[in-house]
T-cell receptor, first 111, second 117 residues
Framework: AQTVTQSQPEMSVQEAETVTLSCTYD???????LFWYKQPPSRQMILVIR??????QNATENRFSVNFQKAAKSFSLKISDSQLGDTAMYFC????????FGTGTSLTVIP | SAVISQKPSRDICQRGTSLTIQCQVD?????MFWYRQQPGQSLTLIAT?????????ESGFVIDKFPISRPNLTFSTLTVSNMSPEDSSIYLC??????????????FGPGTRLTVL
């Protein structure tokens, strides 16, 4: 069975600083995808970034980037130049035939 | 990307009653999913709803408690039956769409916040 672990229930960062959210997962599959989802206080879940497991290059989307370590089964999210609008719950997710979500990290960006 | 709407957005219900949540997608999708998100928790998959067949329920969830309908490729309903305060949660509908050459992406509705008194 797949498991996704986020060991940081809460984090905070000063505006304009950089923060890294951790995620590890466990699977025996070789082909899968990893995602970071953001859920602001308004509740709508949106995709932040995704990574295909077969790609070695780390995905980047503007201020968001990942550090994907396949052998270590690690998939961290780095947010650069943090903005107030980044305040949200962040969920790491594993996707193959089914999606599995971590328990989330509540990120607060401090003005 | 799929656009998903849910009705109602929130409701407060009495113990022992039932509530049906509607999920509408702006495009045809094969698989629709219903999740529960309890306060401060992550998402837990309740069931997968495919059009034309019975829903597939995850461990801990049963059809009698959470009956699901999937009458067509753009619509589904989830009923929370015989509610108790433990059913207070956010219920999220999502769909799975091919978003690239090799992968699917999940798109989520805005959720239904249910409070059971």
């Amino acid at each position: 069975a797949q498991t996704v672990t986020q060991s940081q229930p809460e984090m905070s960062v000063q505006e304009a600083e950089t923060v890294t959210l951790s995620c590890t997962y466990d699977t025996s599959e070789n082909n899968y995808y990893l995602f970071w989802y953001k859920q602001p206080p308004s509740r709508q879940m949106i995709l932040v970034i995704r990574q295909e497991a077969y790609k070695q290059q780390n995905a980047t989307e503007n201020r968001f980037s990942v550090n994907f370590q396949k052998a270590a089964k690690s998939f961290s999210l780095k947010i650069s130049d943090s903005q107030l609008g980044d305040t949200a719950m962040y969920f790491c997710a594993f996707g193959s035939n089914q999606f599995y979500f971590g328990t989330g990290t509540s990120l607060t960006v401090i003005p | 990307s799929a656009v998903i709407s849910q009705k109602p957005s929130r409701d407060i219900c009495q113990r022992g009653t039932s509530l049906t949540i509607q999920c509408q997608v702006d495009s045809q999708v094969t698989m629709m999913f219903w999740y529960r998100q309890q306060p401060g928790q992550s998402l837990t998959l309740i069931a997968t709803a495919n059009q034309g067949s019975e829903a597939t329920y995850e461990s801990g969830f049963v059809i009698d408690k959470f009956p699901i309908s999937r009458p067509n490729l753009t619509f589904s309903t989830l009923t929370v039956s015989n509610m108790s305060p433990e059913d207070s949660s956010i219920y999220l509908c999502s769909v799975d769409q091919l978003a690239g050459d090799h992968y699917n992406e999940q798109f989520f509705g805005p959720g239904t916040r249910l409070t059971v008194l």
